[in-house]
């Protein structure tokens, strides 16, 4: 088991980590781990869960062979495709949410913006595509996401290698769900390469995983503009 904690200010973030794995276990084949308790006192948030066996696919991606790769890619590609097949209930009020219909909570749109102390580290939903597009939207580049028309997907939204685990030589799980929600179908890659944006071998890796599910250059080339721009 492991004990996650964060500030009473940041509870829903793990409100949201406590939700989403229940969500993905009730229509996918992933293995996720289960939370069991989220509690809170007058300073910090408490959250329990259940590990998943395995190592940190960062530990070793740099001695597994082009066979063990081709294998990693087929196992992301099943579970991103049954992650992005989860189905929501009923008409949902907001178009792009966290995992539990709420406020996002996603380390890439903060870094856009100023802080701000009444707002805290979340970004309220968004009605549609529209909306998304103008948190993403800065005054220095005003004409930069104005591309609507996605496919709004269910999205783990921080694969990463510290994220994925791996054991005898298998996907055992993906961890680390707070930033999870629903956005359009291009940000899991995006954010993919915002997370790492060095190490080749795994972004090659990246790129072929999402070969299956679209074309996301361009807009990938929009977001870098973003991050070059802020960062």
Not at 152 to 166: E, Q
Request: proline content about 3%; charged content about 25%; hydrophobic content about 35%.
């Amino acid at each position: 088991m492991y004990l996650k904690t964060k500030s009473v200010e940041d509870h829903q973030a793990l409100k949201i980590e406590f939700g989403a794995p229940q969500l993905v276990r009730s229509q996918t084949q992933i293995p996720v781990s289960r939370p069991l308790y989220l509690l809170s006192d007058t300073e910090t948030s408490y959250l329990l869960a259940a590990t998943l066996p395995g190592q940190r696919l960062g530990s070793y991606i740099d001695i597994l062979s082009d066979h063990d790769l081709d294998i990693l890619t087929h196992d992301m590609q099943r579970y991103l495709t049954q992650l992005r097949s989860i189905s929501r209930h009923g008409t949902p009020k907001y178009e792009i949410s966290n995992a539990i219909g709420g406020k996002h909570y996603d380390y890439r749109i903060i870094a856009a913006h100023d802080y701000d102390k009444e707002r805290g580290d979340f970004f309220a939903p968004c009605t549609d595509e529209e909306d998304f597009n103008d948190i993403l939207r800065t005054p220095a580049l005003p004409d930069g996401f104005d591309s609507t028309g996605h496919n709004i997907v269910f999205t783990h939204s921080d694969i990463n290698m510290r994220n994925v685990l791996m054991h005898n030589g298998r996907i055992s799980g993906i961890a680390d769900r707070e930033n999870s929600g629903w956005f359009s179908d291009y940000w899991e890659y995006t954010k993919a390469h915002y997370v790492t944006k060095l190490h080749k071998r795994w972004l090659a890796v990246v790129n072929r995983i999402f070969e299956i599910f679209g074309d996301f250059t361009l807009d990938l080339e929009i977001e870098r503009r973003l991050w070059e721009y802020c960062f």
